[in-house]
């Protein structure tokens, strides 16, 4: 601001009252300094004024990176946040940078709230963090927590994937659990709930895995090892999302198993990449773009007093048939397809 006011022969105040557009300054005087500034490549420091005044009207974003459903949050944070004047900085979880120290990193940068993105943290360390600032969790609930949660109503998702198999004829189906990731305990319950529901217990299978594509392949190494030694491949295969989905699908596909007349498969997320492959994934959908949605407000009502405590919307989740599914064997042997 000193080098714009040298330059246009004014003071630094009179340069000051310009770039905040306030009244002081002649229409030929204010045309004159904004023009100096334009041709040295002088931009007022907006971050800096905030913080002058308490405020950095920014928000943060703890996301993981190889996380597909991530990325269709983080699309959807950025046009809201912008639309209620804020500001979005990102932080990222990844291999040796664990989410505490994406966190604070976000905090260390004046971030006046946290939004996590399926946060693997203890219960405890986020209602910690929840009393340190404004946190809102997507993907996950977390109960008693002092945070705002946004998220699908898991069991209904998983019940509906489960009715579109069981109607197709299935009945020996297999979930691969997602470990300790967010949502995972909810579909888990579901499924049981929903095999017991349809008189199938005795073809009740849990596969122990997680979130990732490696999930996957090694859940489709397994049953490829169990059909070699006798045991039949299940007709249906629920993955915990669709990472896993996909890693199941690329080992199944490279040993010749025909999905889905072999074989059906069914993702969760319903993330952009899941209908760029070749024959599109069955997949549970969650809205990304509300769910941003959702969780922008909710921090930026609880920074600016018009929501004191925290709440927890709950959406609904939608099916969405592609390719990955169909009727099993049996119903092809039987002329049913």
């Known amino acids: 601001m000193a080098d714009v006011a040298e330059r246009a022969g004014v003071s630094r105040a009179l340069v000051s009252i310009v770039f905040r ?9 204010r045309d004159r300094v904004l023009r100096i500034a334009d041709e040295i490549g002088y931009r007022p420091d907006s971050a800096a004024r905030l913080l002058a005044r308490g405020r ?6 703890m996301f993981t990176v190889h996380q597909p459903f991530h990325a269709d949050l983080v699309e959807g944070i950025y046009p809201e946040a912008e639309r209620l004047g804020y500001d979005v900085l990102l932080s990222a979880t990844a291999q040796g940078r664990g989410e505490a120290r994406a966190v604070e990193a976000l905090l260390g940068h004046r971030c006046e709230a946290v939004i996590l993105l399926g946060p693997d943290a203890q219960p405890a360390d986020i209602d910690a963090l929840g009393h340190r600032t404004v946190t809102v969790t997507v993907g996950r609930r977390v109960p008693h927590a002092r945070v705002d949660s946004v998220h699908t109503a898991e069991g209904k998702g998983v019940r ?14 297999v979930h691969i659990d997602g470990g300790r990731g967010p949502g995972s305990a909810e579909r888990r319950r579901a499924y049981r709930a929903a095999m017991r529901r349809h ?21 489709g190494r397994l049953l490829l090892s169990e059909r070699d030694r006798g045991r039949p491949l299940p007709t249906a ?19 010749g198993v025909d999905v889905p007349r072999d074989l059906s498969v069914v993702g969760y997320d319903d993330s952009h990449l899941s209908h760029l492959m070749p024959i599109g994934l069955t997949t549970v959908r969650q809205d990304a773009v509300l769910m941003s949605e959702y969780a ?19 959406l609904d989740p939608k099916l969405t048939v592609r390719g990955t599914s169909g009727p099993p064997p049996e119903g092809v042997a039987a002329g049913n397809r």
């Open 56 to 61: 950095s009207r920014t928000l943060g974003v």
């Open 160 to 173: 509906q994937a489960m009715e579109h198999l069981v109607e197709l004829g299935h009945r020996r189906i």
């Open 199 to 219: 008189g199938l217990e005795p073809e009740l299978r849990v596969i122990p895995g997680d979130h990732t594509e490696q999930s996957g392949i090694e859940t």
């Open 237 to 255: 295969v629920l993955a915990g999302n669709d990472r896993c989905a996909m890693g199941l699908l690329m080992t199944l596909t490279q040993a």
């Open 296 to 314: 922008v407000r909710f921090a930026v009502e609880r920074l600016e007093g018009t929501a004191p405590e925290p709440r927890e919307a709950v």
């Open 21 to 29: 557009d306030q009244p002081g300054a002649s229409p030929r005087t």
